[in-house]
C-alpha cells in the first residue's frame, strides 16, 4: 500500500512538472514568436521598378537626336538629349494623360517631328512600402514625316518589363 | 558574389528550427505519439471553443490583426476537427515614406484538425500538429493623395476603391495547449501559410489578406489563444 501510494504520488508529481513546463514553454514561444513578428519586416519592392516605352531604331541612326515634352507650366523638357549613332531608347509615359506629345529633333538632317502615343493607364500597387506607379496599354501612335518614316508598335503592355522593345521606328534615310 | 537572404527569409528558417528543437525536446521527455490510444474513454469528448489573442495584439500594436474564434471537436482527446472564424483588417493611413493609405476589412475562415501527438492523450495538456484550408473574398482601397506625375508634373488621382479581391491558402501547424483550471487552456500555435490561389484585382497585389496576413507566396504565422471545454 505504502508503495502504491508513493507511486501515485509520482506519477501526480510527473504531471504536475510536465503541465508546469509545458505552461511555461509556451508562455516563452509566443513572447519569442511575438518579438520576431512584431519586430521585424521585411520590405519586398521589385528591384527594376522603371515603367517606360523602348524603341527600337531600325538599324542605326547617323544623326543626333533631341527628343523633348512639354510640361505642366508650358516648358518643355528633354528627354534624351542629343545622342548620337542612336540604335534604341527609352522614353517616359505619362501616368494619367490619355495622348503624350513627343518632339523629335534631328541636327544632321534638320528635322522637327512631333509623335502621339495614345494609351490606357492602369494604377498599379505592390505594397504600402513601394511607390505607387501606373502600367500602360498602348492604343495608337502617329507622327508627322520629317525625319520619320514610320513607327510600328511591337508590344502593347508597358510594364517592368524593358527586355522587348514596344515601339520600332523607322527615320529618313541619313547620308 | 554573396546572396543575402532576406529577412523574412531568415526569420522562417529560425522560427522552424526553434520549432523543430521544441518538439524534439518534448519528444524525448512526452513521448510523443500518432497512435491511437485504446482505452474506455468515449469518442466524443466534448466541444471548445476559442478566442485569438494575438491578432487582437498585432492590431493594437500595428496597421493591420484580426478577431478570431475557433470550435474545436474533441474526438478521444486525440482529433481535433476545427473552424476559425475572423475578421482581418488593416488601416494603414498615409505611409510615412510612399504617403499611401491601404484600407479593407472582410471575413475569413479556416478549417481543417489537429492530431494531439502527446503519448499520453488524457491529460488535458496538448502537443499538436494540424492543417488548415482557409478561404478569404475582400474589397481593398488604396489611394496616394497628393501624387504628382515625375515628369509631365500634372497632379494625379491615384485612387483605387472597392477593387474586389479573393485568396485560398493552406497551413501547417504545430502548437501546444496547457489545461490551466477546470474547462481553461491556454495554448499557441505556429503557422506555415502557403497560397494556393488568389486574385488581386487590376492593381497587380494586394496588401493585407485577412486570416493569412502581408500577401507573399508564404509566410509564417502563429497563434496564442485562450479556450473553454463546453
Known amino acids: 500500500m505504502k508503495h502504491e501510494a508513493s507511486v501515485r504520488d509520482h506519477s501526480s508529481q510527473s504531471r504536475g512538472a510536465l503541465r508546469k513546463g509545458l505552461l511555461l514553454l509556451s508562455a516563452a514561444v509566443v513572447a519569442c514568436l511575438a518579438l520576431f513578428v512584431t519586430a521585424c519586416s521585411s520590405i519586398s519592392c521589385p528591384v527594376q521598378n522603371k515603367v517606360a516605352t523602348v524603341y527600337e531604331v531600325n538599324g542605326t541612326l547617323n544623326d543626333t537626336l533631341t527628343i523633348t515634352t512639354r510640361k505642366k507650366d508650358g516648358r518643355d523638357t528633354i528627354l534624351l538629349n542629343s545622342s548620337t549613332n542612336v540604335t534604341s531608347f ?58 520619320i518614316d514610320s513607327i510600328v508598335i511591337l508590344k502593347n503592355n508597358v510594364d517592368y518589363d524593358l527586355s522587348a522593345p514596344h515601339f520600332r521606328i523607322y527615320f529618313t534615310a541619313r547620308n | 558574389m554573396t546572396c543575402r537572404l532576406p529577412i523574412s527569409a531568415s526569420i522562417s528558417r529560425l522560427a522552424i528550427s526553434l520549432l523543430l528543437i521544441f518538439a524534439s525536446c518534448l519528444g524525448a521527455r512526452a513521448q510523443l505519439s500518432l497512435k491511437y ?12 471553443v476559442s478566442v485569438d489573442l494575438a491578432g487582437l495584439l498585432h492590431k493594437a500594436l500595428g496597421s493591420y490583426g484580426q478577431y478570431e474564434a475557433a470550435l474545436r471537436v474533441n474526438l478521444h482527446d486525440q482529433y481535433f476537427p476545427i473552424v476559425e472564424l475572423g475578421i482581418g483588417s488593416a488601416n494603414h493611413n498615409n505611409d510615412g515614406v510612399t504617403g499611401i493609405y491601404y484600407h479593407t476589412r472582410a471575413p475569413y475562415f479556416r478549417v481543417g484538425a489537429d492530431i494531439n501527438i502527446m503519448n499520453k492523450k488524457h491529460t488535458g495538456n496538448r502537443v499538436f500538429v494540424g492543417v488548415r484550408y482557409g478561404f478569404t473574398s475582400y474589397n481593398v482601397n488604396i489611394s496616394r493623395p497628393g501624387l504628382v506625375d515625375p515628369v509631365w508634373k500634372w497632379d494625379v488621382n491615384y485612387d483605387i476603391s472597392g477593387e474586389r479581391c479573393s485568396q485560398h491558402w493552406g497551413e501547417v501547424l504545430f502548437g501546444l495547449d496547457a489545461k490551466v483550471y477546470g474547462p481553461l487552456h ?12 488568389h486574385t488581386d484585382g487590376i492593381m497587380g497585389k494586394s496588401w493585407y489578406v485577412p486570416g493569412y496576413g502581408i500577401q507573399d507566396g508564404s509566410v509564417l504565422g502563429y497563434s496564442f489563444y485562450v479556450a473553454i471545454d463546453i
Do not use: N
Open chain 2, 37 to 48: 490510444e485504446r482505452d474506455s474513454i468515449p469518442l466524443f469528448r466534448g466541444f471548445a
Open chain 2, 186 to 197: 491556454i495554448g499557441w500555435s505556429g503557422r506555415f501559410r502557403f497560397r494556393f490561389s
Open chain 1, 90 to 147: 527609352q522614353l517616359p509615359l505619362s501616368f494619367q494623360k490619355p495622348v503624350d506629345v513627343f518632339l523629335f529633333r534631328t541636327t544632321k538632317l534638320p528635322a522637327l517631328d512631333t509623335v502621339w502615343v495614345e494609351k490606357d493607364d492602369t494604377p498599379h500597387f505592390e505594397s504600402v512600402d513601394c511607390g505607387v506607379t501606373y502600367f500602360h496599354t498602348l492604343l495608337s501612335v502617329r507622327h508627322t514625316g520629317m525625319g
